[in-house]
């Protein structure tokens, strides 16, 4: 199951409780991330999807921490989580309008 929550329930739950993926693009990232953020991006600058994604994800997968999905507008890391669901049956949070919303708080 994915929850797809708002920025403002995002900045009252307690994060240090869920690893947090960066799916954006590397060039994205250079706008800034969130802290202790695993940036894994689903597509690469050129806009071709990651081929390497999921052994990416696996690498940097924290299994002790819930899991939560961030892009810059909500699109691209519901995507992820919904992937990561049907691969690997994993239950996570979105943040419904990214990094955009955040930036609206």
Not at 40 to 65: H, T
Not at 90 to 99: A, P, R, V
Request: proline share 2%; with cysteine.
């Amino acid at each position: 199951m994915i929850e797809n929550i708002s920025a403002s329930l995002w900045t009252k739950q307690d994060l240090n409780t869920y690893q947090i993926f960066d799916v954006r693009t590397p060039l994205e990232w250079e706008e800034g991330i969130l802290p202790n953020a695993q940036c894994v991006a689903l597509y690469d600058n050129q806009g071709l999807l990651n081929a390497k994604f999921l052994d990416e994800f696996q690498s940097k997968r924290d299994e002790s921490k819930k899991l939560a999905f961030i892009c810059r507008s909500g699109h691209r890391s519901m995507v992820a989580a919904e992937f990561i669901a049907e691969k690997l049956g994993l239950e996570s949070i979105n943040l419904d309008g990214g990094m955009l919303a955040l930036k609206g708080c």
